[in-house]
């Protein structure tokens, strides 16, 4: 029975195999033919075979969890704050590193909180003592704040001062936070530079730029003004480079 199945086999192929007009068939060639069409096929079902043992795990894997950033964009406002009883927002930072949101008493009084969100990697909290997890990530007291993992790896503080409840207070301002609003910072002017941004601070819209060298820079009456470490020249020449823009833009640089 075997005989017939490798006859049946060869014949098939043997069929396949060009006959020259002059010699005729050559049996031996067609066996050889034969073969090598058998082999083949062997060897494309093990190619294929391997592809899928290579593939499939890697569609059937579980993706990793999402890893948080190392570095923030500073013209972007990642970061978002709930309404806050007896507070209101203050001053926006959002820089490289931090993002953070300052809140003062909506009245008078000596109230204040702070909230900074941290890239990952940059900011690891002091010791504490352990604290109930906030949106299911690990929490510690620190004695002056409330940190918690908002990703793996990266970490956010929450800061309350001049209530009786600082802490339950701390504590529904971390569960309110939110970290993927991707808001575009709006500036008030313009201006020319070559310098690296770091960071923007806006404190209902007096916008203030400061760059990696330290040097900030902000608009007053209309005109530029810049203090930091730089060569008193290069400060008068940023601030001869800067334009108001009305209404305020989200890609200051020109």
Do not use: C
């Amino acid at each position: 029975m075997r005989s017939e199945e490798d006859g049946v086999r060869l014949l098939g192929s043997l069929r396949a195999v060009e006959v020259p007009a002059s010699d005729g068939v050559s049996v031996a060639k067609a066996i050889r033919a034969g073969k090598r069409t058998r082999s083949l096929r062997v060897a494309a079902a093990g190619v294929v075979v391997l592809l899928v043992a290579g593939v499939l795990p890697l569609l059937l894997r579980p993706s990793a969890p999402p890893v948080a950033a190392s570095t923030f964009d500073p013209l972007v406002r990642t970061i978002g704050l709930g309404p806050v009883p007896g507070l209101r927002q203050e001053t926006l930072t959002t820089g490289r590193t931090s993002q953070s949101i300052w809140l003062r008493p909506v009245g008078s009084g000596d109230q204040a909180a702070r909230v900074s969100v941290f890239a990952a990697g940059t900011m690891r909290p002091l010791p504490g003592e352990p604290a109930q997890e906030v949106n299911g990530r690990r929490a510690v007291w620190t004695g002056t704040y409330l940190a918690f993992e908002w990703e793996p790896g990266a970490w956010a503080t929450v800061s309350v001062e001049g209530f009786p409840d600082d802490r339950e207070r701390e504590r529904q301002i971390a569960r309110s936070l939110t970290f993927d609003e991707h808001v575009r910072v709006r500036v008030p002017y313009t201006v020319e530079t070559s310098w690296q941004l770091h960071s923007v601070h806006d404190t209902g819209g007096d916008v203030e730029l400061v760059f990696t060298n330290d040097v900030r820079l902000k608009l007053r009456g209309g005109v530029g003004f810049a203090q930091g470490p730089a060569p008193r020249e290069e400060l008068e020449a940023l601030e001869r480079s800067v334009r108001p823009a009305d209404p305020p833009v989200t890609d200051p640089f020109r």
